[in-house]
């Protein structure tokens, strides 16, 4: 009886062990999954700020040309106007 009774303890204590094995190496894939999932997350973090500061360099640089513009256009208008002005006294010289 008490045999019987080792050996079905033996049984459950080795099945347990089983067990404990299976979920150890759940846990250790779970645990590597996680890791390479904060893995990618910290990447695509870095795409995105790297993505974000060529867009700002991107904006300003067109900021920039806009500005440029202006000024060019501006510059052009007042040497229109002195042109026209020049025309009109040539005209009544």
């Keep these: 009886?008490?045999?019987v009774k080792a050996e079905q303890l033996a049984r459950k204590c080795s099945e347990q062990q089983e067990e404990i094995l299976t979920?150890?190496?759940t846990l250790d894939d779970?645990?590597?999954?996680v890791k390479e999932l904060i893995q990618q997350h910290k990447q695509e973090r870095q795409d995105k700020d790297l993505l974000i500061r060529r867009l700002k360099r991107g904006s300003q640089v067109l900021e920039d040309n806009v500005t440029q513009l202006e000024n060019d256009y501006e510059k052009e208008v007042l040497e229109l106007k002195k042109?026209?002005?020049e025309l009109e006294n040539r005209k009544r010289n």
Excluded at 30 to 33: F, L, T
């Design 1 to 3: 009886m008490l045999d």
């Design 23 to 25: 979920l150890q190496e």
């Design 30 to 33: 779970k645990e590597i999954e």
């Design 83 to 85: 042109k026209v002005v």
